[in-house]
């Protein structure tokens, strides 16, 4: 298979993806920028994590509007699966590629930690090699995590299965404690309708490899890759 990495001026976690999908896949993923108006064919397309334009303005905003995400826009309405890590995560939504919107932590501070997360979903092409109700674990580092959206528009991500995972306690349980900014519902990742776009907080590149402290990440990367292969 073939995928792309978008890099954004401010991107800090492209080649950090680059290397978990590297070692996934086989092979190397092409390295867009973000100036270039069109893609490469890829099995997959993901908006990595960091501080795109410096999250001036409003933490992706800016980069929703670069010349190359109207082809990630036109390939997503197509069918290519998309991966929106932490960043990424707040550019879809800003591009209209998820519901919702991420904003400033409660606690109006960055926050940088492993955490706890229960998969809500596992049909789903980002999450079937796990179970669902499995607690895993993956670092979040952002600012703006918070995730939010309506009442209305909770109750149908609920009612869809749109909602892939949630900040839990170690043992699986939804808690105040156990959110880490706030976010409606304790959602940490979330679907589209056809869940072939995936926006989540946490960073699963950041735990691809035993020398990094754990394997939950590469567990994720590696079962995407075998359902696109």
């Known amino acids: 298979m073939n995928a792309a990495v978008i890099v954004f001026p401010g991107s800090n976690c492209d080649r ?3 290397v978990a999908l590297e070692a996934a896949m086989g092979r190397v993923p092409a390295m867009v920028w973000h100036g270039d108006s069109a893609l490469p064919k890829v099995d997959l ?15 992706g905003a800016m980069a929703a509007h670069s010349h190359i995400m109207r082809a990630v826009i036109d390939e997503a309405k197509r069918g290519v699966p998309v991966l929106a890590i932490c960043n990424g995560f707040q550019i879809a ?12 932590n409660a606690s109006l501070k960055f926050v940088c930690k492993d955490v706890s997360l229960r998969v809500e979903n596992a049909d789903s092409m980002f999450t079937r090699a796990f179970k669902k109700g499995q607690v895993v674990r993956m670092p979040i580092a952002h600012r703006d ?18 909602i892939a995972f949630r900040y839990v306690t170690a043992d ?13 519902r304790n959602i ?16 699963p590149e950041r735990l ?18 075998r359902e696109l292969a």
């Open 188 to 203: 940490a990742g979330v679907f589209n309708e056809r869940r072939t776009v995936l926006g989540l907080m946490p960073h």
């Open 93 to 104: 939504t800003e591009a209209g590629l998820l519901p919702g919107a991420l904003l400033p």
């Open 172 to 184: 699986g349980r939804v808690t105040d404690e156990a959110n880490p900014n706030g976010a409606a």
């Open 145 to 162: 995590g918070n995730y939010f959206a309506d009442d209305a528009t909770l109750d149908r991500l609920e009612g869809n299965g749109q």
């Open 16 to 18: 950090d993806i680059k």
């Open 208 to 225: 691809a490899d035993p020398a990094l402290g754990g394997v939950d990440g590469k567990t994720m990367l590696d079962g995407l890759v």
């Open 45 to 59: 397309i993901v908006l990595p994590g960091g501080f795109s334009y410096g999250d001036y303005l409003r933490s």
